[in-house]
C-alpha cells in the first residue's frame, strides 16, 4: 500500500472506527498551506533524516505529517510507493481486503478488520495524479473527517522528496495529544519501512549494474 494508506489504516485501526465511503474530489488544498501554531521536530527513522509536524486545536482539527528525502528517482519512488502489498500480512488484525474501484488514478478500498471482539469495516477512498501526488479521505458520523495527502518531488541527484501530511476533524471530544501519538508512530515506521525498501531497491540496481559489467 502507498505511504498515505498504511498510514491511513494504522490510524483507522486504532480508532476502532467503521468509514462509509464519501464520494467525490478530495480537496487536501488547506494542508499545503500553514498550518496554525505548527510545531516541527527533526528526527531520524534507520539512518535517514525526517522532520515531523504536527498542529492541534479544537477548531482546526489535528494536523500531522513527515517530511524526508528518499534514495531514488521520483518515478521509481512512485513506483514503489505504488505496488500492491498483502495488507493482512503487515497489520495486525486485518482479515480482508477488497479493492471497489481500482484504476490507475482512483481507488476505493474496504478492508475488514478484527480487534479483541469487535469486527470492523474500513472503507476509504483514494485519488492520484501520477507520478506526483496521492490524496485520501475517510468520513463518518463518529470519527469525523480524516484526509490526507502525500507528495512527491524532484530533489536532485536521483532523490525524491516525499511530503505526507493527514488532518482529522473529530466529530466529538477527543483525547488529542493520544491521537497524535498514534499518527506519529503509524506515520513514521511507515516511513522507516518505505526508506528500507528504496535502500534495497538501490542495491538491488546496484548489483544487477555489477554484474552487467
Given at each position: 500500500m502507498t505511504l498515505i494508506?498504511?498510514?491511513?489504516?494504522?490510524?483507522?485501526?486504532a480508532s476502532l472506527m467503521a468509514v462509509p465511503l464519501w464520494a467525490g474530489t478530495i480537496d487536501t488544498a488547506f494542508l499545503e498551506q500553514p498550518w496554525p501554531r505548527e510545531r516541527t521536530r527533526e528526527t531520524e527513522v534507520g539512518r535517514h533524516a525526517v522532520t515531523w509536524r504536527e498542529s492541534a486545536g479544537k477548531q482546526e482539527g489535528i494536523f500531522a505529517g513527515v517530511r524526508f528525502t528518499a534514495p531514488l528517482g521520483r518515478r521509481d519512488v512512485w513506483a514503489l510507493a505504488n505496488e500492491s502489498q498483502d495488507v493482512g500480512a503487515i497489520t495486525p488484525g486485518?482479515?480482508?481486503?477488497?479493492?471497489?474501484e481500482r484504476t490507475e488514478r482512483r481507488e476505493v478500498i474496504e478492508v475488514d478488520v478484527k480487534i479483541l471482539w469487535r469486527s470492523l469495516t474500513l472503507r476509504f477512498e483514494v485519488e492520484k495524479e501520477p507520478p506526483a501526488i496521492v490524496r485520501f479521505r475517510l468520513v463518518n458520523e463518529a470519527l469525523g473527517e480524516y484526509r490526507g495527502l502525500s507528495r512527491f518531488e524532484e530533489a536532485g541527484s536521483g532523490r525524491t522528496a516525499v511530503d505526507l501530511v493527514t488532518w482529522l476533524k473529530p466529530n466529538r471530544p477527543v483525547p488529542i495529544r493520544l491521537l497524535l501519538v498514534v499518527e506519529r508512530i503509524a506515520m513514521l515506521q511507515a516511513s522507516r519501512e518505505f526508506l528500507e525498501r528504496c535502500e534495497q531497491r538501490v542495491k538491488k540496481g546496484d548489483s544487477t549494474s555489477s554484474s552487467m559489467r
Open positions: 494508506r498504511r498510514s491511513a489504516l494504522v490510524f483507522g485501526l486485518v482479515t480482508a481486503v477488497r479493492y471497489v
